[in-house]
């Protein structure tokens, strides 16, 4: 099983599991693959999705039950545990700091740090490649 992040035509995200790549790819063409807030089945792969928009009504992909349930959280909190230890807190900064790495303003370098919606999305236009954290429910206080 792999999971991707799925985007639809109306940018809303989601996460949805697939057997392998193939199998993604078959579902999408017949229809199969729809989006959960809006039913559009035109849906395509997004690198980060969880983050790309979070309105207040808007749903947040969650899981359950996987039989590898304890396995692949204990791999997002190494990755997150990883990320932080080895790169820079630049708080809400991130976005600007982010973008001029992008454009080759300052010297690329790890950095991590918070973003509004509004800010992930104009890094998303404009081509900047990041990604989300996890935010794990042991962490939410
Ligand atoms: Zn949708």
Redesign the pocket.
Known sequence: MIQYSLI?????A?DAWFKNAAAYDEQVVRGIVA??????QQ?EKALMAPAVQRTGSEKIALSIGHPQQAQLRAAMKALKDKVTAEADYVGDRFASEARRMHDQEIEQRGIYGEATRDEVAGLVEDGVDFMPLPNLPEEHN
């Open positions: 639809c035509e109306n940018r809303h989601f989006c959960p807030i809006c039913s559009s849906v």
